[in-house]
Each structure stands twice: as structure tokens, then as C-alpha cells.
């Protein structure tokens, strides 16, 4: 899986992410030192903005996080939690720039579709790992903090205050004495307990949870505090503890992982976030229906300004891609993310329900996070470990021509190995198509002559590399790239291999050249990729064998660094060395989110939060408008009505950065 997403409820999307093989990792808490009043830096920084951003308003009005200090069971004294709780000596984030829109309104409805009937329904355990169960856990089990799409802070979830000792071994959290499960019940610390042996439980058939929960242990301080005590020193054990879904003790309390399994294949147990799932709303094999729960706890709080806006929200099955695409034009989808190019720049626009407004064309440019995507290179293999050399494949991968000619300049080419305005090297020169640099390397790398069919040799050695890779689709760019290569004498042969050898190829590191597409996470965790000492070893995400001793340092500084800008300083760092090594020819990413709606929604200014990838984010920030529904009904029955069409491109994170960056430099 590649998908992330940040906002309230963020880390039930997050843990099953880090919980895969993924190659990146998610965030941490701030530096531990005196209590925060909740003071954010000011969401609307501007300085002079490039001439492309003019007339874009990239300010955004702040919202206050508030809970009551008198709430709570008289019986649990204030310092664990209770009634007079004030918050002194702990962490919190009380101020933060809003996520959604004052404008919102609440009801209605929205449909999409998910590729197939997942294996189980269940919160947790074996074969949950589904796109469809990461939403239902984000919206309707928020997890104890989360991190603000905007700032990266951590902000209340289901814990109003934390805290983190001095030796970063010890952790606290005070959960909101107003949560309640949505039979009525308290959450408490006991819930997150038995969550927690539920979630050790070997029987439960999910090994990456010891893996990653049994580096430390929980333990009910009252009923409002709990304690985490860590058997080994790294923030992502902070990230892990807030993080961790919860399940009502009522419910799963005693339970062995076996008899959850079964319990809750296709069912839920109690909630207590901003939706819900009804029993009658699991029709199976078909649809699973989430209905906005007008009791939740935490809805009058007006830090969720404007956000879990959409009365019932429905997930159709729908096995094949382009029968999403027909539907969505009938109007029997209401939202689609595009992942072809070709329908949404060419194809679309002939549409007589785009031509009428029936049905939106929209890009969202955003800092969604981005993977790495090349061809990624062998580097203890020779020719390859020799940079001249990698850096020669890298100036014959033209990416320019293939994204002109064969994507719709639909993507853009890809300068850093965390892509984006969060964590990438903004310094990163782009690495350009260019024949003459790349023969000039070759020449010193030795390869100064030709045999009598024309290829680059060197000790009587020809230049010639296999490049593996599982998708026929890539062969339209892979073949211009095998061209370029031989007009410099390099001889590409294309290999298409099944899913199952090209990754066990990588995976052994028996490859030279291969054709790559990795997911991201919000919040990098670059060992998995780039440590050294996995060069060597077999089985591992560090593919390219790439070995630093500057970047293995900085590894170790990353892992012990609790405050998240220099988190960020230190990944930004580790760009630079790393994509001045050449590890792959990269190629291109998708600057923008393709999606096509139907024309009764409304958004805020900013359109989705700054982190949006998919179809997460529109359940936050996201409405329908009455007047716009009432007419898109009309006109459906009426062709000769047209209704009105906003600007296909929003903007406003690229305008926002600008602003940031240019706020930054004065």
C-alpha cells in the first residue's frame, strides 16, 4: 500500500502503512522541555509571492482546541486526569490554523467505488490491510494524538495533553474524559490496554504487530492516564503509542486474537469518532455505507470547523477501473480519482456532462507525499558502482519527451527522493537529458571506443545492461530510453518479468537496471532504503546497495531527534548526498490529484488539506451545497441547462509554500 493521509484520526492510516514492508515511516513529537499553551506559528505568512501565485489568499484563520478541565469521574483526582485537570507540566497544541471551512454545511451524500469485497471488515488482525478498512478505522476509531496537515504538530485526538520524560523512555497521555464509545460508554485507559494485549496476541495471525508495539508497554495510570515505558530509545515508539487504534474493552476485553478474528470478520464493535457503520449499511460483496454520527463526543469543538461534513458516504464495488470511469460520467459515482491521463486531458473534456458542468474536471496541486519512481541501479554491480557511469543513464533518460509525448504533460520530473515542499531538497539541480554530459562521462569512465556493431567497450567488454521490469505499459517509455542508450553505444535489453521474479530478483539484488514505482508516507523513514549495512544484505528495501558513511550518521542522529523540523533538516540532508549518487535515473510524478466529481460539492479555499492523496481527504473538508445539488437534479433532467464550472486547477499549497518560503528568506 502507498496511501497516507494527515489529519484528526491520521495515524489509523499511518500504523497499517508502517506495519506493511513499506520503505518510509511517519512522524514524531515535538521536543520534550516546558508545557505548549497550543501557540501556532501563524498559518498566513506572506511574502512576495511569483507572479504565477498572484491573487491567490493563502491565509488561513486559526481554530482553538477546547476541553473542558471540570469534565470527568469525580473519584479521579486532577494530577491522573480527573475533574481540576488543567494541563500543567504536559504537552499540548490548543491553536492551529483550521482544516476545514466555517462555509461547510452537514448532510448529505457521496458515492465511490473500491476495486473489491475485502477478505474481513475487522479493525485489525489477519488480511485487514485493505484501502476500504484504513478509511472506516480513520473516521470512526481516532487514535490517542495525530499531527495537523499544515504545521506536521501533534494535535489532541483522543487524548486532550501528553507527555514525554526527560530520558524520552517514558510517555503519557490523558485521554479526554468527554470520550465516549457510541453505546455510551467512557474511554479510558482500560480500553487502550486490552487493545493493546489484543493486539500482541499470536493468534490475532498479524506478526508485525510485536514488531512493532513490543518495544513497549502500557500500563493504566487511572482511568485517564496512561503510561507507556519504552524498552529501547527512538520517537517512532511515541508515534507508535499515539497512534494505535483503540477497541472498547466492552467489546473485545478477554478476547483471544482467534475469537476476534471470527467475532468481527464482517462487523464492527462499539465507535467513538465522527462516523459510524450501521449493520443494516454491510451489504456484502456490494457496498459498506458510513453515516456521519451526529452524537459524536467531539463534534461540537471548534477545532473541527467545517470538517466531517458529509452525512452518509458510500463504497460501491467496482472490479474494473474503466467501468468506474462510465459510471462516474452517468452519474452513478459521485467522485473518482483518474489515474489515466489520457481520459482526464483528451477524453474528458469531449464529455457532454463535462461540457455542461454536470460532471468536474479538478486538480489539486498539493504536498501529497511521493515516492520514488526510475530506474533504479545495482551500484555494487559493475559497470554501476562507478558514478561516471550512473550518472550517464541518468542524463539519457529523457524524461521531458516521455512525459510530452506519451503522459499529456500530465506529470513532472521527479528532483528528490522525498518529492515535495515537506521533505525534499529544494536545492537538488534537476538532472536534464543531455547526450553530450552523458558521452563525456562515459569517455572517463573508460569507455572510449566501439566494436564493429557500435556499442561502448572497455577492455574488450561491451556496455550492456539488462533492465528488468513487470509492467507492459512501461515498455512505450522504456523503449525510448533503450534508443537513447544506443545512440550512445549502450546496449538496454528490456526484460519484462512476472511480479513474483522481478522482486525476488530486487530483493536478492540480482539485477542491474530495474524499473521502480515506491510508495510514500508522510514522515520519511529513510534506514530502510539507504543504511549502509544493508547494502550487503539480501531481503531488504535498500535495493540499489547504496552505502553512505555521512548518510549512516545522519540515520543514527534521525532516529534520536524528537523535534520535527530538524527531523526535516536531516532528511533534506540526506537528499543531497543521496541524489548526488545517481541510485536511480528517476523519472516523474503526478504534481497534481486528477479527480472528476459531481457538481454538488463545495470545499474550502485550499480545496483539501495540504497532504491530500486520494479519496481520504474529501470526507474531511468537503460538502455538499444544497443550491448545487438542487440544480445538478435539474439539470440532469434538462439537457439544454448548463450549470456553472470552477477553475479546473487549484493552487493554493504551491501558492502557500511560495508564501512560507518567501516569508522565511526575508
Known sequence: MNRTAILPCVFSLLLPLLLAAGCDSAAAPAAP??????????AGGRGALPAEFAGIDVSIPMVEYRFDPAAGDPSVSAELGGPGFTGEGWETKLTFPTIGSKEAVKGGSMSLAITDWPATLRMGGQNWNTSLNYTVRDLCFPSLITQHPVTLDYIPGLATHWQVSADKMVYRFRINPRARWSDGTEVTAADYVATYRLWMDPTILF????????????????KYVIEIRCKEENWRNFLYAG????????????????????????????FCGPYKVEPGDIVMNQSVTLTRNAEWWDADNPAWTGMYNIGRIRFEVVKEDALVYEKAKRGELDYYVISTAKWFAEDLPKEDCVQRGLLLRLKFFTDAPIGTAGVAMN??????????????????????????????????????????????NEKNVPVEYDELAADELLTEAGYTGRNSDGWRVKDGKVLEFDLVYRSKGSEKFLTLYQESAQRLGIRLNLR?????????????????????????????????????????QKNNNNVTAFSDARVDALLVAYDREYDVQRRRQIIKEIDAIVYEQHPYALAWYKPAQRVVVANKFSWPKWGTSRM?????????????????????EEARKDPAKKLPIPPVENHFWQAWNAAQNAAGSQ
Do not use: C
Open 612 to 632: 491530500f492523496e486520494d479519496t481520504q481527504e474529501l470526507h474531511y473538508v468537503w460538502w455538499v451545497d444544497p443550491a448545487k445539488e438542487k440544480a445538478l
Open 207 to 222: 506478526p508485525s504487530n510485536p514488531v512493532v508495539f513490543g518495544k513497549f508497554e502500557p500500563h493504566a495510570i487511572s
Open 379 to 424: 551500484t555494487q554491480r559493475p559497470p554501476l558502482d562507478d558514478l561516471k557511469i550512473r550518472k550517464a543513464l541518468a542524463h539519457l533518460f529523457d524524461r521531458k519527451t516521455m512525459i510530452e509525448r506519451l503522459f499529456f504533460d500530465e506529470y513532472a520530473p521527479i528532483t528528490s527522493y522525498w518529492q515535495g515542499a515537506t521533505y525534499g
Open 33 to 42: 522541555g516546558a508545557p505548549s499553551s497550543g501557540a501556532a506559528p501563524s
Open 496 to 536: 519484462l518479468l512476472s511480479d513474483s521474479t522481478f522482486w525476488k530478483n530486487l530483493q536478492e539484488k540480482e539485477y542491474a537496471l530495474a524499473m521502480m514505482n515506491w510508495g510514500a508516507l508522510v514522515v520519511p523513514n529513510p534506514e530502510t532504503t539507504w543504511k549502509g549495512e544493508l547494502a550487503s
Open 243 to 270: 497512534g494505535m487504534v483503540i477497541l472498547s474493552s466492552k467489546d473485545i476485553g478477554g478476547m483471544t486474537g482467534t475469537e476476534f478474528l471470527d467475532r468481527y470478520q464482517f462487523a464492527y464493535p462499539a
